[in-house]
């Protein structure tokens, strides 16, 4: 096996267990605390940051990565979950989340060097930078063209659930760095 195909199963169960938390554990919270709010958008979507951190760690190729993981979930959203959403909707944020990632990749000239060895505010800016993208493109096509309000769910759904997911990954390897196996 290729280190493409261990690169792909990382990614893809990475994001398929933080969707799962999502839908599984997030999604029914959201209905009960915020029952009129819609069920399109998550207040906190964790494989957000898997999206971002698949990008920070693979460039491009991240693209190719997260689309069998997209429509894996997607069918499991539509028809075990019975969420709406459009069959576009997994390309629409793959691409979101690349127009984001080229547009780090514009900005990261301009950054000071000493930011380089703070790795999660890379990874934080490619969140933002995604999201916006991302919220953009899924408003429009599941919502009307001004839409305000399902965009900034989106946006900040995206947001919030990329720095959850940044801090859980950063603990983690903190805690995985730091014990001794024996």
Not at 34 to 53: D, K
Not at 88 to 100: A, H, N, R
Not at 129 to 147: E, K, M, Q
Request: contains cysteine.
């Amino acid at each position: 096996m290729g280190k493409w195909f261990i690169e792909a199963f990382l990614v893809f169960i990475s994001y398929t267990a933080a969707y799962t938390f999502t839908l599984g554990f997030i999604y029914p919270m959201q209905k009960i605390l915020l029952p009129e709010n819609s069920l399109m958008a998550s207040l906190l979507f964790l494989p957000h940051g898997v999206r971002a951190m698949a990008f920070f760690l693979f460039g491009l190729k991240a693209s190719l990565y997260l689309l069998p993981a997209h429509y894996a979930m997607w069918y499991l959203t539509v028809h075990g979950a019975d969420i709406g959403l459009d069959i576009f909707s997994p390309l629409v944020s793959i691409l979101g989340c690349l127009i984001g990632y080229i547009l780090f990749l514009f900005v990261r000239k301009f950054l000071p060097t000493n930011i380089y060895d703070k790795g999660y505010v890379l990874v934080l800016l490619i969140v933002i930078f995604s999201a916006f993208f991302n919220s953009v493109g899924l408003s429009r096509l599941h919502f009307s063209l001004y839409d305000f309000e399902h965009l900034l769910s989106y946006f900040w759904g995206d947001v919030f659930g990329g720095c959850i997911f940044l801090i859980l990954a950063m603990y983690t390897w903190r805690i995985l760095k730091n014990t001794k196996f024996d």
